[in-house]
């Protein structure tokens, strides 16, 4: 049986329910086969993902607001509609508006 998610639906969601926790975030995980993961990430404007190690293989799905991806190379703004592919290297993310990202990922 394959399961379907409503991606604007669950932005939407996330997103208030971000605005609504004490700590501006909101976050599920709603795919994990084998090595692949996907979740759903919602941050309120101004609210930050630390610096951490990137997967051996990510990238992110703006599905709502607008995001700064920080990292040594240098920051990437991105915005609704946009699909990035994570750097190699220790990264963070900040939120520029209410956001919300499909985080795709491929562990060891």
Do not use: C, F, W
Not at 8 to 19: E, I, S
Not at 28 to 33: G, I, S
Not at 70 to 84: C, K, M, P, Q
């Amino acid at each position: 049986m394959t399961t379907t998610y409503d991606l604007n639906a669950l932005a939407d969601k996330h997103v208030a329910a971000a605005r609504n926790s004490p700590h501006g975030r909101s976050a599920h995980l709603l795919l994990r086969e084998e090595t692949l993961r996907q979740s759903v990430i919602a941050l309120t404007a101004g609210e930050v993902l630390e610096e951490h190690n990137a997967p051996p293989a990510a990238t992110l799905q703006i599905l709502r607001g607008e995001i700064v991806l920080t990292a040594v190379s240098g920051d990437v703004t991105l915005t609704e509609g946009r699909l990035h592919a994570l750097p190699q290297e220790r990264h963070g993310l900040r939120a520029v508006t209410d956001a919300a990202v499909l985080l795709t990922a491929v562990n060891d």
